[in-house]
């Protein structure tokens, strides 16, 4: 199985090096394109056996999967630059909000073509990746589920819901830090070492994480453990709402749709 990567941002550049670190395709079978140079030289110091190229055309001769890894603005013209075989070759694309359609109306509706929305933790093998397929055999839907499954947890959806879902967790993970950013200030305000309050904080969520993950069950659950009645936690939890903060976090989600 062949993979070019057209694009070596933080999406094209992740995914190249999360798929060389799995079991579905060696280092060799994968081609990176990308402008300019800078990127490329890092992904080949990361692994000398990864094939780079500033040739998009170059790059997708003799792939099985052409993986779209540029700004939405750019799909269109990207597509209409190379020569895509929609009889041979799959076309997975991670450019958030582009509508399966959109593509159909370049490469052709008989095309097999995936949605793959990723966050940022891919670069860490920690992603939850989003995957919707169109004209898609099971067998290719497994491959691909496989293949980010081993970059972090792959779901398959369909596109209906990828807008909703993309904003629960590719644009979620910046609230998720904001939070952690707002926290890290407010134990530098009571006196806290800036690292010191990073480290603890950045901890307490990824132990919140692990707690409705591990034991799948619901926050008001986990919450309701931390809460003693009169108190400390209780106190914060009121001011948060007092505040809006479970508003905002709904009215942030539904504005990232
Ligand atoms: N950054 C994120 O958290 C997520 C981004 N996405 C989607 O991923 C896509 C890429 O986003 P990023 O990786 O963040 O952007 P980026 O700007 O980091 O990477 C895009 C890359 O494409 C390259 N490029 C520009 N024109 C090109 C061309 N004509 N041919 C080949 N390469 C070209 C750029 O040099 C750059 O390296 C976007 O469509 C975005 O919607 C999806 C999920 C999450
Ligand atoms: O902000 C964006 O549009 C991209 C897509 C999802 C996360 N980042």
């Known amino acids: 199985m062949k993979i070019a990567i057209i694009g070596a941002g933080n999406m094209g550049g992740a995914i190249a ?6 079991s579905k395709v060696k280092a060799v079978d994968i081609t990176v394109a990308n402008p300019s140079n800078g ?4 992904l080949k110091a990361f692994n000398p056996e990864i094939n780079v190229t500033n040739n998009n055309q170059e790059a997708i001769e003799n792939a099985d999967i052409v993986l779209l890894a540029v700004k939405p603005w750019l799909v269109k013209s990207v597509l209409e630059n190379i020569s895509f075989d929609a009889k041979k070759q799959i076309l997975v694309t991670v450019a958030a909000g582009v509508a399966f359609t959109e593509y159909c109306k370049i490469i052709g509706e008989s095309a097999t073509i995936f949605r793959v929305i990723p966050n940022t933790a891919i670069s860490l093998l920690e992603s939850t990746t989003l995957i919707a397929s169109y004209n898609a055999s099971k067998e290719q839907e497994q491959f691909m589920l496989d293949l980010f499954d081993e970059m972090g947890l792959a779901m398959i959806i369909n596109e209906s819901q990828m807008s909703a879902a993309t904003a629960l967790t590719s644009c979620g993970i910046a609230y998720v830090l904001k939070y952690i950013h707002a ?31 591990q034991n799948d069950t619901h926050p008001a659950i986990e919450i309701d453990k931390v809460t003693t009645p009169g108190g400390l936690t209780i106190k914060g939890l009121n001011e948060l709402e007092h505040a809006g903060f479970s508003s905002a976090i709904i009215r942030a989600m539904k504005a990232s749709r």
Do not use: C, F, N
């Open 17 to 22: 090096r999360g798929i060389v670190q799995g």
């Open 183 to 213: 926290a890290v200030e407010a134990g530098v305000e009571m006196g806290i070492y800036p690292k010191d309050a990073q480290k603890m904080v950045a901890q307490s969520v990824k132990g919140a994480a692990e707690l409705l993950l």
């Open 39 to 42: 990127k490329l030289d890092a």
